[in-house]
Nanobody
C-alpha cells in the first residue's frame, strides 16, 4: 500500500514563504514522476509543478521563479518551496505520484495566503 503524506501547509502573509513536503511510503519513489497540484475554492485542480525520476522539472508559467520543486531520494520525499506567495496562491495543495500510469494522491494540506 503506497501512501503519500504531506506536511508544511498553513497560513502565511502575502510575500512570505512556505515549504511543502510529501513523503512516500513503499518502494515507488525512485521510479515515480512526482508533482504538486492545487485546487482553489470553486476552481478546477491544476498542476503546479512536476519532477521526473531523473530530476527534470517543469512549472506552470505563473509559478516560475517563485516555486521550486525538488526531491530527496534518500528520504523518499518531494518538496515544494514557495516564495513570494500571493493571495491567489491560496488553495489545497496535493502531492501526486505516477508510477507506470498508476496514480497516487496525498491528502492535501491547506495553504492560505493573507493580503
Amino acid at each position: 500500500q503506497v501512501q503519500l503524506v504531506e506536511s508544511g501547509g498553513g497560513l502565511v502573509q502575502a510575500g512570505g514563504s512556505l515549504r511543502l513536503a510529501c513523503a512516500s511510503s513503499g518502494s515507488i519513489f525512485s521510479m515515480a514522476f512526482m508533482a504538486w497540484y492545487r485546487q482553489a475554492p470553486g476552481k478546477q485542480r491544476e498542476m503546479v509543478s512536476g519532477i521526473s525520476s531523473s530530476g527534470r522539472t517543469n512549472y506552470v508559467d505563473s509559478m516560475k521563479g517563485r516555486f521550486t520543486i525538488s526531491r530527496d531520494s534518500a528520504k523518499n520525499t518531494v518538496y515544494l518551496q514557495m516564495n513570494s506567495l500571493k493571495p491567489e496562491d491560496t488553495a489545497v495543495y496535493y502531492c501526486y505520484a505516477d508510477v507506470s500510469r498508476i496514480v497516487y494522491w496525498g491528502q492535501g494540506p491547506q495553504v492560505t495566503v493573507s493580503s
